[in-house]
């Protein structure tokens, strides 16, 4: 009788966000810009600066345009957790690295070639540090999500089978 080992395979997850960052470049303020900008004021008279422009980056501009140049980067969900409580009733729980202001949540199936496939849940509700969930077919749509406290969230799914499944977190620009 030969014994196998069971391997254990931890339920995995992944944010998929943003790093937001602006570089400041010389340019002109115009009507058609697309960057946000600040008009530099000669003389010595003092002026308010409540007045928001758009400008677009030249090299041998005036003004400064705060050009956007973030880069999208994804890092690794802490200690996710998926349990089965019933019959297509499952609670997952996970730490945010940072917060989240709004974003969509996936629940993935996790095959043994590798791939994934979403998996459509019929409703979902917060238990903590999450809030305004709506559910779209295979997306649970949030507004808040915060990193200091862990994310519990339950949910069903459509189907009655049993999967290994993932949590994938997507941040909203």
Do not use: W
């Not at 997850?13 to 810009?33: A, I, Q, S």
């Not at 997306?139 to 459509?158: R, T």
């Amino acid at each position: 009788m030969i014994l196998q080992m069971i391997e254990k395979v931890k339920a995995g997850g992944k944010l998929h966000g943003f790093v937001r960052r602006t570089e400041d470049v010389p340019g002109v303020v115009d009507e058609d810009g697309e960057f946000l900008a600040t008009r530099v004021l000669s003389g010595t008279r003092h002026r308010k600066k409540k007045d928001t422009h758009k400008g677009t980056p030249q090299e041998d501009g005036k003004d400064i345009i705060h050009k956007n140049c973030g880069k999208e980067m994804q890092k690794d969900l802490k200690n996710v957790r998926i349990i089965k409580l019933g019959m297509n009733v499952y609670r997952t729980s996970f730490y945010m690295p940072y917060d989240i202001g709004s974003g969509r949540i996936e629940i993935v199936t996790v095959g043994e070639n590798g791939k994934s496939n979403k998996l459509h849940i019929r409703e979902a509700k917060s238990i903590s540090s999450c809030s305004g969930i709506n559910v779209s077919g295979t997306d649970v749509y949030f507004s808040n999500m915060k990193s200091d406290a862990k994310v519990i969230l339950e949910f069903s799914l459509v189907d009655t089978r049993d999967y290994a499944m993932e949590v994938n977190v997507y941040e909203h620009n």
